[in-house]
Nanobody
Framework: QVQLAESGGGLVQPGGSLRLACAASGSILRINGMGWYRQAPGKQRELVAGFTAGGGTNYADSVKGRFTISRDYTKNTVYLQMNNLKPEDTGVYYC?????????????????WGRGTQVTVSS
């Protein structure tokens, strides 16, 4: 069974930094795309940063120049380095991955979500 496990959230003051990590586990054959979304209270979930199947990256305009996504697919892991954090970055950060995996019966490609990790930026 495929699972995504996030870590690294917490409380930080404005201007501070945090590094999130998301590790995928299970019989993963290929990572087609992997990235981070966030959801602030009362708002819709939005893309923060992600890798496309072709290896390119996408960033929300609001985080460009402050956040950097990186990956180590040998560990099925992506990271999100968040610098110069602002109160508006507060929210639950979710890892998302499009994975091809071996279910033991067949090969399947599915979209997966982690449970989320809370990031709070406040003085």
């Amino acid at each position: 069974q495929v699972q995504l496990a996030e870590s690294g959230g917490g409380l930080v003051q404005p201007g501070g930094s945090l590094r999130l990590a998301c590790a995928a586990s299970g019989s993963i054959l290929r990572i087609n795309g992997m990235g981070w979304y966030r959801q602030a209270p009362g708002k819709q979930r939005e893309l923060v940063a992600g890798f496309t199947a072709g290896g390119g990256t996408n960033y929300a305009d609001s985080v460009k120049g402050r956040f950097t996504i990186s990956r180590d697919y040998t560990k099925n892991t992506v990271y999100l380095q968040m610098n110069n954090l602002k109160p508006e970055d507060t929210g639950v950060y979710y890892c998302n991955a499009d994975l091809t995996h071996n279910s033991g019966i067949y090969i399947a490609t599915n979209d997966y979500w982690g449970r989320g990790t809370q990031v709070t930026v406040s003085s």
